[in-house]
Structures are given as structure tokens and as C-alpha cells.
């Protein structure tokens, strides 16, 4: 019986700083029926050279060229056209693969006929340094690592316990074709993709090794998409859930899976807050409002600060009790007697910790599962937490 063709989709643009690790880690895989797309996504430095050179030595690469810069997503797209393998997988032109990469993931979808999607673990490096940083791990209650299940039997826990990534998985062609799946042309386009990917699989399957190496803290003059802390990149995250939510109604499971979505727009709001100044946090806040109003997001009244309290908000960028007040309520203890010895009056702290404790048990949430609560009721929190540095900010000397 003749091997599977895999086809491998990558999308270049400057990147030719780490291009060439990547390509290797690709042509030296122990598997080795591979059709290897790469697009150049136009790029402007010297990564069309080393494609040429990477293509002489091995007949299984081919490029296509964009003629304008379009985006990682549309790249990715031009990949899925041309890509005549039973299954298909991505690699970002940065990161790289373990050797086995392709023999794994392939056995692991290959256990059974209705999985459509299998996925790995990932270990985060420093690209200066060299240093390994934070894994990815997998981390169901419910399910087995290398035993196929549903995504059904998740729930909302998919929002959390599987990336919505595009690159540590590999996935039948046809069920790409046959679900119409894409990318958009938005910054965090793995959002709507990854998301969509899993709510329409039949059954997914995951190893918990660490196949893939991802790279992060690039230098600033080439730094990836994800690690842009711009206000226009980071505006993409709330195309990609609305795309999302589209979706999800479309394909009829929405108020099945509600919680994790709501789970998934708050902590996206969260995430960008605190990097931002007065007039990019109010920008940011305002599309997230207007979105909230446009698809009729439950819970909306969480999304009601008034000027005055954004303000305040935008101006705690920096200081440890706003990074605290973002964080999930089961690290309250460990943060407790750090803020109390680095505030000379407790009154605040104390305030908060009270009203967390008071509204997390509170009946209007009693409904939802404990991560979601930590999640969809982060806004209110804030709301309380500015109002009360409103009040006290003579106390600590903050205005």
C-alpha cells in the first residue's frame, strides 16, 4: 500500500534569519513523502534566495509568489489550494519540527477513520538566546492522550485545554475542503481557524510530546505578528471572534459551547488592556463594546465603564495590582501578602479581595462552570477596582 502524500504549508516573509532551520527540520523528517508549499508572501529581504537554493536540493519543494504582501492567513490559503495530499499541516517559516514530526502526527490520525484532526505539544524558545521557556501542554480530565474522542466531550473545555493554533496539528484534506474552513485576512487568525477546526471534527486525537519548537522574542525589526503589541494587530482578535461566533451560529452549536466562547472575548479583552496607553486602551475597549452590542453578547452590562474609569484603568498599566486584578481568582493567595507589604494602606486590596470573593459565588453566576466564572466576570472586577482608586487614590498617592 503506497504511503499517504503529506503536503506541508509554509508561509515566508522576512524571516530569512531563521529560515533555513526551519526548511531543514522539514527535509530531514523520517517520514519523507512530503509535498513541501512554500508561498512567499512577498517578502522584502533575502528569504526568495535561500528558497531557490533549498529547492535545487530537494524536488519536493515548490514556491509560489505573491505579488503583494497579504498576509499570513492568505498564505496559508494559496497553500491550501494548491496542496494535493491526503493531509495537509502548517509551519510558521520561524519555528521548526522535531524529526518525527510528520511520522508521529501521521500515525496518531491514522488510528482511526473518523479522526479528522491530530494535534502535539509545543516547547516555546528564546530566539536570542537559545533558552527553552514555557510549554503547551494538553491537559483534559476526561480524555487519554493518544485515544481518539469527540470534541463533545469537551464542551467548553476546548477553549481552554486545546490550542486554537494551525501549526501543531495535521489534518485530512477533505475535511478541510468538505467544511469550506479558511483563513481571514486579520492579525491572530489561528482564532477563527483553530476554533472552527475543532468544532467541526468528527473526533481529534493528541500525543503529549513536544514535536514543535516555537520561537519567540524575535528583535524588534522583525518581529512575528503575534508578538506585535501594536493597536492595529491587536484589533485583529476581534474580527477573528466575531468570524468566529458567525461560525459557530452557522454551524448551529452556539449556545451549546457559550461559556467558552464568553470565557474566550473576555480574556482576549484582558490580554491587550494593560499594554496600552489612554488613547489605544480607550480604541481597544471601544471595538470589544461594539462587537459585545453587534452579535448581542450575553453578560453585556460588564462592558459598561463610564470615561472616568477608563481613564483610571488605562493609567495602572504598569503597576502590580492591575496585572493582579487580571489574573485568575485561585492565585489570590499567593498574591495576597506580596501587595499588602508593597502598599502602605491595605484598604484597597482588602476591598477587592471582598467584592471578588462576594460576586464569584454570587446566584447570577452559580449557572456557569468555575473557569468560566473567573473569565466572564473579570470586567466587573475591574469596574470595582477602578471606582475604588478613584476614591482612595489620595490613600496611595497614585494621581
Not at 358 to 375: D, L, M, Q
Request: with cysteine.
Amino acid at each position: 500500500m503506497p504511503l499517504p502524500l503529506i503536503s506541508i504549508i509554509i508561509p515566508v516573509h522576512n524571516v530569512e534569519a531563521y529560515l533555513r532551520e526551519c526548511l531543514d527540520s522539514v527535509i530531514h523528517q523520517t517520514y519523507t513523502n512530503l509535498e513541501i508549499i512554500i508561498v512567499n508572501d512577498c517578502s522584502p529581504d533575502n528569504s526568495q534566495s535561500i528558497i531557490d537554493e533549498y529547492m535545487q536540493q530537494d524536488p519536493r519543494i515548490q514556491c509560489i509568489k505573491h505579488t503583494t504582501n497579504k498576509g499570513l492567513g492568505e498564505a496559508r490559503n494559496t497553500g491550501i489550494t494548491k496542496a494535493k495530499g491526503a493531509y495537509l499541516c502548517f509551519l510558521d517559516s520561524d519555528d521548526y519540527w522535531d524529526k518525527n514530526f510528520i511520522q508521529k502526527m501521521l500515525s496518531l490520525i491514522q488510528k482511526n477513520t473518523d479522526i479528522d484532526i491530530a494535534l502535539c505539544n509545543y516547547q516555546a524558545f528564546d530566539s536570542q538566546t537559545k533558552e527553552k521557556l514555557w510549554t503547551w501542554n494538553v491537559n483534559f480530565k476526561h480524555t487519554q492522550p493518544e485515544i481518539p474522542f469527540s470534541p463533545w466531550d469537551t464542551k467548553n473545555d476546548l477553549f481552554y485545554k486545546l490550542s486554537h493554533t494551525s501549526w501543531n496539528k495535521i489534518y485530512k484534506s477533505d475535511f478541510i475542503k468538505k467544511n469550506k474552513l479558511k483563513f481571514y485576512p486579520n492579525a491572530f487568525e489561528d482564532v477563527s481557524w483553530g476554533y472552527s477546526c475543532l468544532y467541526s471534527a468528527n473526533k481529534l486525537i493528541y500525543t503529549e510530546e513536544r514535536l514543535i519548537h516555537y520561537r519567540i522574542n524575535r528583535p524588534i525589526e522583525n518581529i512575528s505578528i503575534t508578538q506585535n503589541n501594536s493597536l492595529k494587530t491587536s484589533l485583529g482578535i476581534v474580527k477573528e471572534l466575531e468570524i468566529l461566533f458567525h461560525y459557530l451560529q452557522r454551524i448551529n452549536i452556539f449556545k451549546q459551547v457559550e461559556e467558552g466562547f464568553l470565557s474566550l472575548f473576555y480574556n482576549a479583552l484582558n490580554w491587550r488592556l494593560y499594554q496600552f496607553n489612554n488613547k489605544d486602551f480607550e480604541v481597544y475597549y471601544t471595538q470589544f463594546q461594539q462587537l459585545s452590542l453587534k452579535i448581542n453578547l450575553p453578560l453585556i452590562e460588564n462592558l459598561q465603564l463610564n470615561k472616568k474609569e477608563v481613564e483610571v484603568l488605562s493609567s495602572l498599566k504598569h503597576l502590580d495590582a492591575w496585572q493582579f486584578i487580571l489574573t485568575q481568582h485561585q492565585q489570590l493567595q499567593n498574591q495576597h501578602q506580596q501587595l499588602q507589604n508593597q502598599y502602605s494602606t491595605n484598604s484597597i486590596f482588602n476591598i477587592i479581595k471582598n467584592r471578588i470573593r462576594e460576586k464569584i459565588v454570587h446566584e447570577k453566576w452559580a449557572k456557569y462552570p468555575k473557569f468560566v466564572r473567573y473569565g466572564i466576570y473579570m470586567l466587573s472586577l475591574i469596574r470595582l477596582f477602578a471606582k475604588n482608586l478613584i476614591s482612595f487614590s489620595s490613600d496611595i498617592k497614585l494621581f
